[in-house]
């Protein structure tokens, strides 16, 4: 993936928007790729700041188009929706429909290159997209919150480090069709200094040479009187020392503070 079309797909998150300081990073863990099917974005409303990061399942090529259906989905509709679940729901519907044509066409394409007696998998129904949806209003010292299957994101206050785990998390975008859905909003305290950190699973499920995962909460705990881009820096510079500098999956991180 060219450094060109990295931004094109993944721009990078502004450091100021509204009342918010933003930090982020990408590790793809292909090395001759900089991007692949993490993602993240952030969009102004009328009255707060939406954010969104996600994890698409599988690697490469293909993950690589489904993050940018959700991206476009998110860009288009994310001022457009009053409520979070609106949002919530409008997404899944767009992830449901792009995953079902891509898988489609992905099977026509297969056919084409296989002998009359292979089979080729039925793919469908496989794909999926976790995520976190964020609203922050600029007038407020809350956050709301939908979780689809993704890591539950991290409050960082000055007197400590709490997990931001929901009641009923939903299920990951692209999975709406299976059963009825009903996506819970979870509000928390987010006053100005505080700070959330969002994450994927390619963070926290990176091993070392002894298989043992990556320790996130002991590090952001013993860390988190840092300013969020030297923080995310040292994470970052972390987690690859962590791992041997080898990923085997794309990890990411947005560290979003409320100003004073």
């Not at 519907?93 to 489609?104: F, H, I, K, N, T």
């Not at 793919?123 to 007038?139: H, N």
């Not at 987010?190 to 590090?219: C, K, M, N, S």
């Amino acid at each position: 993936v060219s450094e060109a079309a990295q931004r094109v797909l993944l721009r990078p998150l502004p450091e100021r928007i509204g009342p918010l300081h933003l930090a982020s990073f990408y590790l793809a863990a292909e090395a001759e790729a900089q991007v692949g099917g993490d993602l993240y974005a952030a969009a102004r409303t009328t009255d707060g700041t939406r954010l969104l990061v996600g994890d698409v399942r599988g690697k490469g090529l293909s993950s690589l188009g489904d993050a940018a259906l959700l991206l476009g989905a998110f860009r288009a509709a994310a001022h457009l929706h009053a409520d979070l679940p609106g949002l919530a729901e409008y997404l899944d519907g767009s992830v449901c429909w792009d995953l079902a044509q891509l898988a489609e066409a992905r099977r026509a394409e297969r056919s084409r290159h296989q002998r009359p007696a292979e089979e080729a998998p039925d793919e469908g129904g496989e794909s999926f997209i976790t995520a976190v949806l964020i609203d922050i209003p600029d007038d407020g010292s809350h956050v709301h919150l939908i979780d689809c299957g993704h890591p539950p994101p991290l409050l960082l206050r000055p007197d400590g480090v709490t997990t931001l785990t929901t009641r009923n998390p939903a299920p990951p975008l692209g999975l709406g069709e299976l059963a009825p859905v009903s996506y819970e909003v979870q509000t928390f305290p987010f006053h100005p200094g505080d700070r959330l950190l969002i994450y994927t699973d390619g963070v926290i499920e990176a091993r070392d040479a002894q298989r043992r995962f990556y320790p996130l909460t002991e590090r952001v705990t013993a860390w988190q009187a840092e300013r969020p881009g030297v923080l995310l820096s040292r994470l970052r510079r972390d987690l690859l020392a962590h791992v041997g500098r080898r990923l085997d999956d794309d990890a990411a991180m947005v560290m979003v503070e409320r100003l004073p």
